[in-house]
């Protein structure tokens, strides 16, 4: 099966200051990725799809100039949480696909940001 | 709008068969219904789908009904590392939409 993989998995950082999570498809050219973010005992949220080489589309009410999301190639794609507050935590999840197919949606296995 | 309807929880003793409900019955005649589940602090993992046949593989059956506005994700035998999250999730093959994902249903499997 396609793996995807996340850097890093937990990430502790202080409030103000941007931090960077990387999502990689390590065994298939990813056409599209996509970012979730999950509260705690809640469900995954879409919050942007980006296809390499082109500007992400955000879901409405995710701000994009709080969330830069580049996908500057066919296996990474990165998102960069700028001026972390508290209501930022969350369990962020990348997914990343290979086709059109639903079943090409291959999942990451998130990382934690805590912001203190 | 959500399009399934899923109980947010249910328990299930050790060794015993979960079966798992979702209502569709919006569903079109061409989407396929999908079934993930997510442990805690993972990410989602595939489990089954399928469109109008009952559906089995080495993780669970799905079984949906003739009408398929409903269908239900059966663990033969649980365990306690099927506790999750368990997402059904209705959507077309093909095309460029992601997966979204509604609440879900958490299962607890108890010794």
């Known amino acids: 099966g396609a793996v995807v993989s996340q850097h890093p998995s937990r990430v502790i950082c202080k409030s103000g200051t941007s931090v960077k999570i990387e999502c990689r498809s390590l065994d298939f050219q990813a056409t599209t990725m996509f970012w979730y973010r999950q509260f705690p005992k809640k469900s995954l949220m879409l919050m942007a799809t980006s296809n390499e080489g082109s500007k992400a589309t955000y879901e409405q009410g995710v701000e994009k100039d709080k969330f830069l999301i580049n996908h500057a190639s066919l296996t990474l794609s990165t998102l960069t949480v700028t001026s972390a507050h508290p209501e930022d935590s969350s369990f962020y999840i990348c997914?990343?696909?290979?086709?059109?197919?639903?079943?090409?949606?291959?999942f990451g296995p998130g990382t934690r940001l805590t912001v203190t | 709008d959500a399009k399934t309807t899923q109980p947010p929880s249910m328990d299930c003793a050790e060794g015993r068969a979960a079966n798992l409900p979702c209502n569709h019955s919006t569903i079109s005649g061409n989407e396929y219904v999908y079934w993930y589940r997510q442990i805690h602090s993972q990410g989602p993992q595939y489990i089954i789908h399928g469109l109008k046949n009952n559906e089995t593989n080495e993780m669970a059956s799905l079984i949906i009904t003739e009408d398929r506005k409903s269908s239900t994700l059966i663990l033969p035998h649980a365990t306690l590392r099927d506790t999750a999250v368990y997402y059904c999730?209705?959507?077309?093959?093909?095309?460029?939409?992601?997966?979204?994902f509604g609440k879900g249903t958490r299962l607890s499997v108890i010794a």
């Open positions: 997914s990343a696909r290979k086709g059109t197919g639903a079943l090409q949606q291959y």
């Open positions: 999730i209705v959507r077309l093959e093909s095309g460029n939409t992601p997966l979204v």
